[in-house]
């Protein structure tokens, strides 16, 4: 005889998880079109929990023979597919394939499993994971301008401290061959760049970790760095940043070996560019840019210190009346070695105006003596007498290796140049007491400066060097 054996109703709380289920699902869904990143980190947290729930329910409504047991099947699989599928597809997946090919230092497909994660699923949890290791992995693979963006990135979002040495010295290094990159393929602009970001990066370690070895290992490399920054803007004819590299050296590390050449190259930089301004007319600006070079203080800068092609390539066309308010106004503000240098640079180029502006030249430069450390001329003694009326005789033996120029101002204004190791002609000049002074070509020997008589009459012989 049949049984009939009667099938129970779904209970309530089957009803209430069956309800939650479909809100899941369609809150899942909801956030899939929405951001797939948390879409996928979401996933595994909501399918674990869906499948165990469902295999209680499951076994529960079949041993009641209710209806339920098949909803509950439906569930069951489709949490366990998305769970199997968050393991394959997604930013969890993506980020293991990352980490192993990370580990096996295949960095180019490193980056672009991490380049997928980020670009795909950039609100995943991963994401800050995966902007840290393709930072390393752009450095590790000598990609260093995407590495400089990506730490950087990084930096501001707080993955990395700012206070993070490591990162800095990446950076550094990161900057450093991209200059040197650019160099070798003649960008010579972006590779005076780079390297003053390398020297910004090195300035913030020096100034923010100064008690470590890389903060001392910066002191050496910032001027390096400046250095050839500047060599670079000077291929550029970018004058203007090359100076500002070079006295950035000059100022600031004259300790470095890089000291001189920078001075040298400065010099250089300053005639350039005065050059360039005097071929456009701008003739007061290129002559304010050349005198620059005279307050340097790394060498002896006077006019014997710089090259007639220098010189000329600056001052031969500019007209003497123009070099002639210059040099005024240099006296008049007590610039007196620029302006001695001005009126030197006219009578070369224009040995018309000699008579003119040797007074002026002579004038400037004994002010300029007299207002530096010298040694004190000795009074002027007579070595015989001879007949002429208000005029004395003056020899001058110059027994040094380096030419003399002496200067007379008194009763007529004399100039008086002495090459070395060779003695002067008898001079005639205009007895009475001058303001004089003499200098050597060397710069480590003083001028001398004083007031001396030359007396009617008389014949005088100048030696130096000058004994005690």
Known sequence: MYTYRRKYRIGPGSIFFMILFILITIGMGYLFYMDKGKFWDMLPFVCIPVIIISLILIIFNFTRRTRGSSFFVVFFLLSLT???????????????????????????????????????????????????????????????????????????????????????????????????????????????????????????????????????????????????????????????????????????????????????????????????????????????????????????????????????????????????SIARDKYNSGSYKKASFLYEIIVEYNPELEEEINPLLIDSKLKLIASSTYNSLAPAVPERKFWGPEKSILIIENNTEFDLTVYLKGPEYKIIIVEKNSTSDEIEISAGTYEAASELTSPDILPYYGEVTYEEGQKYREEYPISD
């Open 82 to 324: 998305g769970l199997i599928l968050s393991n394959i597809f997604g930013p969890s997946a993506l980020n293991y394939k990352a980490e192993k090919s990370f580990d096996n230092k295949d960095y180019s497909q490193s980056i672009n499993y991490y380049n997928t994660l980020l670009n795909n699923y950039p609100n995943s949890k991963l994401a800050d994971n995966a902007l840290e290791k393709i930072s390393y992995a752009y450095y590790s693979n000598g990609n260093y301008m995407e590495a400089i963006d990506s730490f950087k990135k990084a930096i501001d979002s707080e993955i990395f401290s700012d206070a993070n040495l490591e990162i800095k010295n990446k950076l550094e290094k990161c900057y450093t061959k991209l200059a040197e990159d650019y160099y070798k393929n003649e960008k010579y602009s972006q590779s005076a760049e780079s390297y003053l970001n390398a020297v910004e990066v090195l300035e913030d370690i020096k100034s923010n970790f100064p008690d470590t070895n890389e903060a001392f290992i910066a002191i050496y490399k910032i001027p390096e760095y400046l250095y050839k920054a500047a060599l670079n803007f000077n291929k550029t004819k970018n004058w203007e940043k090359s100076i500002e590299a070079l006295e950035n050296i000059i100022n600031n590390y004259n300790d470095s070996d890089y000291f001189n050449d920078a001075s040298s190259l400065l010099s250089k930089t300053y005639i350039n560019e005065a050059a360039e301004l005097v071929s456009n007319h701008n003739y007061v600006e290129g002559v304010e840019e050349f005198l620059k070079i005279l307050d340097l203080e790394v060498q002896n800068n006077n006019y014997n210190n710089i090259s007639d092609y220098e010189k000329r390539k600056v001052f031969h066309s500019i007209p003497p009346n123009t070099l002639k």
